[in-house]
């Protein structure tokens, strides 16, 4: 299982980037799948994900403003971020529990400037 994150980069506050994760070698559909963000000096903490199904959850500082969607047939998940906050920043990183198995995507840095 491999997954590929990116999208990152440096945007001004109140703008837009959109982090995609390309999974192989498992489908997207039966798993659950998240994304998570890493601020220097803080822990990693869960920014959105799909549980099982289609249902989807948010952290709450990014309620609002963070999308998460995927494409089955490209086996490929999305994070659309509007409204960006130099809080935001961080290093993104997507996840996906196959059974008991993790497996981490290698992150994608996102830098907002204020």
């Known amino acids: 299982v491999q997954l590929q994150a990116s999208g990152g980069g440096l945007v001004q506050a109140g703008g837009s980037l959109r982090l995609s994760c390309v999974a192989s070698?498992?489908?997207?559909?039966?798993?659950?799948m998240r994304w998570y963000r890493q601020a220097p000096g803080n822990q990693r903490e869960l920014v959105a994900g799909?549980?099982?199904?289609?249902?989807?959850d948010y952290a709450d500082s990014v309620k609002g403003r963070f999308t998460i969607s995927r494409d089955n047939v490209r086996n490929t998940m999305y994070l659309q971020m509007n409204s960006l906050k130099p809080e935001d920043t961080g290093v993104y990183f997507c996840y996906v529990l196959v059974s008991v198995h993790e497996f981490w995507g290698q992150g994608t840095e996102v830098t907002v400037s204020s």
């Open positions: 799909f549980t099982h199904g289609d249902r989807t």
């Open positions: 070698g498992i489908s997207f559909r039966l798993n659950v």
